[in-house]
């Protein structure tokens, strides 16, 4: 099977904590890729991150930052010192040759109260 | 500016009509896709194409039918035969023919509802 977890429906913070949004991922396909998404009330989709399989370092960019570990199949986002701004559905996606597809988990909703 | 512009924002549609879904890009890129959105849910691909003139269908395929007879367009028909229309629907598009290494970016929806 190959799918996309994200278990947290809806997570609430207060502004400047911070928080993890998990996404563990099922494949058998050993070359594959994956994406993170941030969809804001506008409805667009904005890219934020793409990760291979090979690439197991962590990223950092600005107040967000990534955690892929092959070993669990997890592919975890931070936001360190949350936002009101940062209020949004992310979405971790994973695509694989196999299935030439992006696979979308079901989406975190992330509200940031001031 | 460079980017994907979908048209309408919102669309309206009675039972037993077409309609159709504009999606245009001037990125450039060789393939796009459309996804369809349902509340609390996660995007489903319902047709992609990577080079014009050819298109595949996606998980959910039945009831629409799309067209790739420009590089810059890829417009979508929801037919009366699709049961449950009403969702939101994404284009996107790629470069190359939407391998992982090729990042998918995302226009801004259109919100269909029947009536």
């Known amino acids: 099977a190959q799918k996309v977890t994200q278990a947290q429906t809806e997570i609430s913070v207060v502004e400047k904590e911070d928080v993890t949004l998990d996404c563990v991922y099922e494949t058998r396909d050993t070359t594959y890729y994956l994406f993170w998404y941030k969809q804001p009330p506008s409805g667009e989709l904005v890219f934020l991150i793409r990760?291979?399989?090979?690439?197991?370092q962590n990223e950092i960019s600005g107040r967000y930052s990534w955690n892929f570990q092959k070993s669990t199949s997890s592919f975890n986002f931070t936001i360190t010192a949350s936002q009101v701004v940062d209020s949004a559905v992310y979405f971790c996606?994973?695509?694989?040759?196999?299935?030439?597809?992006?696979?979308f988990g079901s989406g975190t909703r992330l509200l940031v109260r001031p | 500016d460079g980017g994907i512009t979908q048209s309408p924002k919102y669309l309206f549609r009675k039972e037993g009509q077409n309609v159709t879904l504009s999606c245009e890009q001037n990125l450039n890129h060789d393939a796009m896709y459309w996804y369809r959105q349902d509340p609390g849910q996660g995007l489903r691909l319902i047709y992609y194409?990577?080079?014009?003139?050819?298109?595949q269908k996606g998980d959910i395929a039945e009831g629409y039918s799309v067209s790739r007879e420009k590089k810059e367009s890829f417009p979508l028909t929801v037919t009366s035969a699709q049961k449950n229309p009403t969702a939101f629907y994404l284009c996107?598009?790629?470069f190359g023919q939407g391998k992982g290494t090729d990042t998918q970016y995302f226009g801004p929806g259109t919100r269909l509802t029947v009536l």
């Open positions: 194409s990577q080079i014009v003139n050819d298109f």
């Open positions: 996107a598009s790629s």
């Open positions: 990760r291979n399989s090979f690439d197991e």
């Open positions: 996606a994973l695509w694989m040759d196999s299935s030439y597809k992006l696979i």
